[in-house]
C-alpha cells in the first residue's frame, strides 16, 4: 500500500472533496495560515453544484497590509451581504438533497454571524465539517511561514476551485455518487465538501476512505 506523506494544506472556505481526502488519510496534517495571501484561490472560494452547474462562490476580503496581509490577518468584507447571497445558494443548491435539513443549522449559524477574520471563519467551518463526518484527525496550524516544507507534502496551491492541478498525490478518480440536479447534469467530481454532506450524509466517511490521495 502507497504510503500517505503528512501534508501541508491552506487554510481553505469549504474546501472539496481531494481536501478531505488528506484529512482522512494524512498521518499529520498542518495548516498554512501565515503566508502571503494569494488572490483567487480555495482560501475564500469554493464551487458547489447549482440547477445551471457547478457554481464558485466567493467571500469578499480586506487585506489590511495591503499585498503583503498574511492569511491569517485577512478579514472578510462586511459591506455587502454576500453571506446571505451564499446562504440562499446553498438553500437553492441543497434543499433537495437528502441530508440539507439534517445540517443546515450547523452551517447556518456560523454564515449568519461570520468573524471578523477570514480564517477563522475558514476553520470553523472546517471543524464542523470533520465533526459531523467524524473524520479522526487533528489540525495543527503553522506558527510561521514555511517557504520549503521538507517532511511534509505541499498542498498549498494546489486545491485550486476553479483550476484543479494534477499532482504526484491527485486522486484519479472519483466515485460517482446521486447528486440534486443528476437527472439534469453527468456528475460533478470534487466540489465542496458540503455537496459531500448534504448528498450523502453519513455515508461521507466511508466515501472518503475510498478515495485515497495518489490512488
Not at 36 to 50: D, E, L
Not at 120 to 126: E, G, I, P, Q, T
Request: aromatic share 12%.
Amino acid at each position: 500500500m502507497i504510503v500517505i506523506p503528512p501534508v501541508l494544506l491552506p487554510a481553505a472556505c469549504l474546501p472539496d472533496t481531494e481536501y478531505f481526502s488528506w484529512l482522512a488519510h494524512a498521518p499529520a496534517i498542518t495548516i498554512e495560515i501565515h503566508e502571503t495571501f494569494p488572490k483567487q484561490t480555495s482560501r475564500n472560494r469554493y464551487r458547489i453544484a447549482t440547477s445551471n452547474g457547478p457554481q464558485i462562490l466567493s467571500v469578499p476580503v480586506n487585506k489590511p497590509l495591503g499585498n503583503h496581509t498574511p492569511t491569517a490577518a485577512v478579514e472578510i468584507d462586511k459591506k455587502s451581504n454576500w453571506n446571505i447571497i451564499h446562504w440562499r445558494a446553498l438553500e437553492s443548491a441543497y434543499n433537495k438533497s437528502p441530508f440539507f435539513l439534517y445540517y443546515r443549522d450547523h452551517f447556518e449559524t456560523l454564515f449568519m454571524q461570520p468573524p471578523v477574520l477570514l480564517t477563522d471563519f475558514n476553520l470553523r467551518l472546517l471543524e464542523t465539517c470533520v465533526s459531523l463526518i467524524r473524520i479522526p484527525c487533528t489540525l495543527n496550524l503553522t506558527e510561521k511561514y514555511i517557504h520549503e516544507p521538507e517532511d511534509l507534502y505541499d498542498m498549498r496551491m494546489r486545491i485550486m476551485p476553479k483550476r484543479p492541478m494534477q499532482h504526484r498525490w491527485s486522486i484519479s478518480a472519483f466515485e460517482p455518487y446521486i447528486q440534486v440536479f443528476s437527472e439534469k447534469y453527468v456528475f460533478a467530481p470534487n466540489l465542496s465538501i458540503l455537496d459531500l454532506i448534504f448528498n450523502l450524509g453519513p455515508e461521507s466517511a466511508d466515501y472518503l476512505k475510498k478515495h485515497r490521495p495518489g490512488v
